[in-house]
């Protein structure tokens, strides 16, 4: 109808590589918290990473059965008490056991939101809860720990085969250039002058 096509104009547009599965294979799993969606006066950067609606909810995975390592995420938490998710794995090659390990996690807290990726299967293997000759997992189960005073919203939530197209992990690629060779100091710009190179 006419008012869903124009709600849709007032959407933040995310590249297919997050959270359109239709166009993007490496997508097992997706939760984008567009249905039901309720349209209001709330700001949209404050509402959604994605779309128009987020998820005041710490459960970011439920009850998915097909196999990928990676699970991506965008959140934003208004408080610092998340420090780890909690996970239901199978191993791809044995579905009938589930184990229930956790992962530490320390998200940037500072009411913004962010998207991340994690390497569950890598991870699971840094800390010894899986043997280093699995090579798949299926995670049917995701929640960050802890929401309190209902301090979390997470969108476009996926489970994947592969990283999203362009994705790079900021510990890779810290955001601080300064020791980049590239950067020359002092920086200007408008006016200001600056003693680090920090990309957008």
Do not use: M
């Not at 939760?31 to 209001?40: I, K, L, W």
């Amino acid at each position: 109808d006419l008012s869903s096509e124009i709600n849709n104009l007032f959407s933040i547009q995310c590249p297919s590589s997050i959270n359109n599965a239709k166009l993007t294979r490496s997508i097992v799993y997706l939760q984008d918290f567009e249905s039901n969606c309720v349209y209001d006066q709330t700001p949209i950067t404050t509402n959604a990473f994605c779309g128009q609606c987020s998820a005041n909810d710490n459960t970011l995975a439920n009850g998915n059965t097909r196999a990928g390592n990676y699970l991506c995420f965008a959140y934003r938490i208004l408080n610092s008490y998340v420090t780890s998710i909690s996970l239901g794995i199978q191993i791809s090659s044995d579905t009938s056991t589930t184990s229930w390990p956790s992962i530490s996690f320390s998200p940037q807290a500072d009411k913004l939101w962010h998207y991340t990726c994690i390497d569950v299967r890598a991870t699971l293997i840094s800390q010894s809860s899986i043997d280093s000759t699995v090579t798949s997992i299926i995670i049917t189960y995701a929640q960050l720990n802890d929401n309190i005073k209902n301090g979390i919203f997470i969108d476009a939530v996926s489970i994947r085969t592969l990283l999203p197209l362009g994705y790079e992990d900021i510990s890779t690629y810290p955001i601080d250039q300064s020791n980049n060779s590239s950067c020359s100091f002092p920086f200007y710009y408008n006016g200001s002058s600056y003693t680090a190179c920090t990309l957008d």
